[in-house]
């Protein structure tokens, strides 16, 4: 129910009288002159206001950068935070802190930050990046390539290439690191097309081929780089191997030689020299050697596969099963009389037979008997070299 | 000599308007057109969008007052010192005490409830004194961390500009008392950023109908108010909204616990204001210039043991947590603090809104259920920004118990339509839910703790409305026929205790007493048709489904009337009668 107080101080008690037509347009113009004046008066202070808090935002973004720089982590997060506070949505500042959260291994609140910026610009290098390594640190392996390939092609401030190469290389080791191996040899594929004749970038595509076990692509990005700094050691050391896996021994003894010429206290590749010229050595199936020279090899092959087969008749342990041997030793007992100098130049096809038994002992010694020796390792080397060819 | 004819004079006769308003083309003169220019209606309209203007610039005011009160009070960093947790709205609530007891009485509370008086008591009167003591007391107190919002405030500041103006432009009675709601959009609006809901909630909350004279005004005054906060603050929603997806409409099931959950809350936080406010009202009078004071030393205790989230309106906090930047166990805690914290602030007598905790309350809690229930059933695709929207609008629903402009509220902040299921159905069980366990809603409980009965517009809309269909009755053996002689109709009606009856005539009815048909009968005329006899030739008729206010108007006139069906006024429905009417009323109100 309506009404009225009478001690109310209502000033106009006039309030049912009709407008005064004359007063009205008077009045709004009165009102509009004054509308006017107020609008003036709080854009004066808006100005002030906007600046003010601008000012401070970027007061506070500042000192959070110079803490994000010194690893300052906690503070640089403390600096962000209030820096929004004045700009909620900054993107860089958002990123920022998103950086810093990152530096404190926060990163849950880091990715609600990120994906929101990712929403804002889904074309940002650096959020897909982080993002990435968010989804990988989370196991998302999905998520994780999504994001990096987003990254790749993403847009990046300063050096846009140089940043896109890295992304890569990191995206490689990512999948190199949880066994995604054909997926890294293709982004390897690719990284090397886009790569230039730097000899350093070349190096490291050798090495992650290696670590891709692609040999082939390794030993080109090594001999390229090889071709502008011809005596670095890494490059040679790397083709060295990638020459030694792929059984181009003679290749490989070259690079090895030089790798261990220009560095003799790298021991890997003194390792794998020696292998290699054990090899050369001992296979009885290369090129140009004479037959007395082959006979030799072969009975040296076949007495170290005797030795094999008689340490391996006492396992060395219990998880060393000797299953399988007799019959070879058998094999190997049957055919050992036959090989001499003179049965293998009467009978040519035994150093064929007597060879395949040597193979078959050190394939499945290696598999059975634990480490095998320079010479077994070398035997092994040529049963898979012979058989690829 | 015959009369000359002025053939626009005669135009202006028949069309009943005075002769120079009917001259075609330009020819009206000055005074004429501005008259019609300046007829109040129209004017009233011009000056709503003068009030939305000044409001808006207001509120732009009051938000930098606010922003300035925070950074000169609480500092500049996110995270504040303790002296300054602690001092700073402990000092600014001593203060604030002195203003409001001394200086601005009437700028106590939140302002909703004032606009409402000013409609309903004062004839539109709201003195521009309260909207100056609301501004410096309000922005003082959000700026110095008490828990309580800036929208209410700019409500009562946008209506006491109104009636300001309403007052110098010299309007009438009537135009008066509608300015208040008027300011009241255009100060909500420009609050929220949301002109949508503003409207509705002034419609909803504070005028209760809705008129086609006011509505205009409302859009008007909201609509441009919200225009030139705009120009000042931006066009960005109060958050930053985050993607809102619903796919599978078996989540409804989580939204609908969300709603459980917001009830129960709102009922707590609603019975903890309308418990505790009177108990400080009635503490001695010395007291209260320490209730601010103890509230803020309160939320600044709350502040520094981890909290800092629940000073002051909390936006930053809702917009952190729509984005997942809590944990789930902490959003619940942030929710359960800020009740408290919002409790003792309005009960102190801090002027500030409840607006912005309620949003703050219903966010947190929101995301908390949502986290919670990601918990339990990880496969749920509900970000916490969807759970969090939903949360909002579901304590808009239980506690300020405006379900319209609350489900209207979250379309409008989110931008998105697609939450709207989610949003209907939590709010919903939220209301119903409140509604059930605190029948009165909050505000109308805090008017009449202050001594004034102002209309429940809850009560208004959920007030039973009688139909034709409740107070009519069967016509068996009331009915003649038409046709029929006069004599066979008085065999039909001498038995009959009933005095009137009804004639079907073959367009439509008419009605005939007892006493007529006899004097017809004793008139020699028992051979003729009742028809062709009657004295009224037809009567009006009412449909079952018409409100009983409208079967006032005929059954004073009319001792029997016809209820028919719409689908065809032959088929007879029920009679009903004056006495029918004034029975059911008298049952009505005594149940």
């Known amino acids: 129910m309506v009404e009225l107080h009478e001690d109310m101080p209502i000033t106009d008690r006039r309030l049912g009288l009709r407008l005064s037509i004359k007063q009205q347009p008077v009045m709004l113009a009165l009102v509009a002159a004054l509308g006017v004046l107020f609008f003036l008066a709080v854009a004066g202070l808006s100005r002030a206001y906007h600046a003010q808090r601008e000012a401070l935002g970027e007061r506070w973004f500042s000192r959070g950068v110079a803490d994000l720089n010194g690893k300052r982590y906690d503070s640089a997060m403390t600096e962000f935070r209030s820096a929004l506070l004045y700009s909620p949505d900054n993107f860089d500042y958002q990123l920022n802190l998103a950086e810093a959260l990152i530096g404190l291994k926060r990163t849950g609140e880091a990715y609600s930050y990120l994906v929101n910026l990712w929403e804002e610009q889904p074309e940002n290098g650096v959020v897909n990046l982080e993002l990435a390594r968010i989804a990988a640190q989370r196991k998302q392996t999905e998520q994780a390539q999504r994001y990096y390939h987003n990254a790749i092609y993403a847009v990046w401030p300063g050096n846009q290439e140089e940043k896109r190469r890295e992304t890569r290389l990191e995206l490689i080791e990512y999948l190199l690191s949880i066994n995604l191996r054909a997926q890294a040899q293709a982004e390897l594929i690719a990284l090397q097309e886009n790569l230039g004749d730097d000899p350093a970038q070349q190096r490291r595509v050798g090495e992650l081929f290696l670590q891709a076990q692609d040999y082939e692509h390794a030993l080109a990005a090594y001999r390229l780089s090889l071709k502008i700094e011809r005596h670095n050691e890494a490059a040679l050391a790397g083709a060295g191997r990638a020459a030694l896996e792929l059984g181009q021994y003679s290749l490989a003894e070259r690079y090895l030689q030089a790798a261990v010429a220009e560095n003799p206290n790298d021991a890997q590749s003194a390792e794998r020299l020696k292998t290699t010229q054990l090899v050369l050595r001992m296979d009885p199936f290369r090129h140009g050697i004479s037959v007395a020279e082959r006979d030799r090899a072969v009975m040296e092959a076949f007495a170290i596969a005797g030795q094999r087969l008689s340490s391996c008749a006492t396992p060395k342990g219990p998880n060393v099963p000797a299953t399988g041997q007799p019959n070879l030793a058998d094999s190997w007992a049957k055919m050992k009389p036959t090989v001499s100098r003179q049965e293998l130049r009467r009978n040519p096809d035994l150093a064929e037979r007597a060879m395949d038994l040597v193979f078959e002992v050190e394939r499945q010694t290696s598999a059975n008997c634990g480490t095998p020796s320079e010479a077994d390792q070398a035997l092994l080397l040529i049963s898979q070299s012979h058989e690829g060819n | ?205 504070v005028i209760g109908r809705w008129s086609a004279g006011i509505l205009g005004s409302v859009v008007l005054s909201a609509v441009s108010s919200v225009v030139v906060m705009r120009l000042f603050l931006g066009s960005e929603s109060l958050f930053r909204i985050p993607a809102v997806q619903l796919e599978r409409p078996s989540e409804l099931i989580a939204y609908a616990i969300l709603g459980i959950v917001g009830g129960v809350a709102s009922v707590v936080f609603s019975l903890g204001i309308t418990t505790f406010r009177p108990k400080f009202k009635a503490l001695p009078r010395w007291t209260q210039y320490f209730q601010p004071a103890l509230a803020g030393l309160l939320i600044g205790i709350i502040a520094w043991l981890g909290a800092p989230q629940v000073m002051g309106a909390g936006y930053e906090a809702m917009d952190e947590a729509m984005h997942g930047r809590f944990t789930w166990q902490f959003l619940a ?70 379900p319209m402009t609350s489900v209207f509220m979250v379309l409008e902040v989110s931008g998105n339509y697609s939450i709207i299921l989610p949003v209907i159905v939590a709010n919903t069980i939220a209301y119903v839910i409140s509604r059930g366990l605190q029948p009165i809603a909050i505000f109308d409980v805090l008017t009449r703790q202050d001594g004034l009965e102002l209309p429940s517009m809850e009560e208004q809309r959920e007030e039973g409305v009688l139909h034709v269909e409740d107070a009519m009755r069967t016509a068996d053996g009331l009915v003649l026929d038409a046709q029929e002689t006069v004599e066979q109709n008085l065999v039909k009606v001498e038995p009959a205790k009933e005095e009137e009856f009804l004639v079907r005539l073959p367009s439509g009815w008419s009605s005939v007493s007892k006493q007529q048909v006899r004097a017809l009968v004793d008139a020699g005329k028992g051979g003729a048709s009742l028809g062709s006899q009657l004295a009224i030739r037809e009567i009006p008729f009412l449909h079952p489904d018409l409100a009983l206010e409208t079967a006032l108007r005929y059954v004073d006139r009319w001792p029997l009337v016809p209820v028919v069906s719409r689908a065809d006024v032959r088929h007879l429905e029920g009679v009903i009668s004056q006495r029918d009417v004034l029975e059911r009323y008298r049952e009505f109100g005594e149940s």
């Open chain 2, 333 to 402: 805690i942030l929710a359960a603090l800020k009740i408290v914290a919002t409790l003792f602030s309005f009960v102190s007598g801090t002027p500030g809104g409840m607006f912005a905790p309620t949003l703050f309350i219903g966010a947190m809690l929101g995301a908390a259920v949502g986290g919670a229930e990601h918990v339990v059933l990880p496969h749920l695709t509900g970000s916490p920004g969807t759970y969090a929207l939903v949360g909002m609008g579901v304590l808009f629903a239980g506690f300020l118990r405006a």
């Open chain 2, 1 to 205: 000599m015959a009369p000359e004819v002025n053939p626009q004079a005669g135009l202006a006769e028949s069309l009943n308007l005075p002769a120079a308003e009917a001259r075609p083309g330009n020819g009206r003169s000055p005074k004429a057109l501005l008259k019609s220019v300046f007829r109040e209606d129209r004017f009233f309209l011009i000056l709503s969008v003068f009030i939305g203007v000044f409001s808006g610039l207001a509120v732009v005011c009051f938000r930098f007052a606010i922003g300035w009160g925070r950074l000169y009070l609480l500092g500049t960093g996110a995270v504040l010192s303790p002296t300054r947790l602690l001092l700073a709205p402990t000092l600014t609530g001593l203060v604030i005490a002195v203003l409001v007891i001394h200086v601005f009485p009437l700028a106590r509370g939140s302002g909703v409830n004032q606009t409402k008086a000013a409609l309903y008591i004062y004839n539109g009167y709201i003195p521009f004194r309260t909207a100056i003591g609301k501004f410096i007391t309000a922005a003082l107190a959000i700026g110095s961390g008490q828990s309580l919002g800036p929208e209410d405030p700019s409500l009562q500041i946008g209506a006491s500009i109104a009636s300001m103006m309403g007052r110098r432009m010299r309007l009438s009675r009537d135009r008066m008392r509608l300015i208040a709601p008027v300011g009241a959009a255009a100060g909500l609006a420009a609050a929220f950023n949301a002109p949508i809901s503003a409207v509705l909630f002034v419609i909803e909350e």
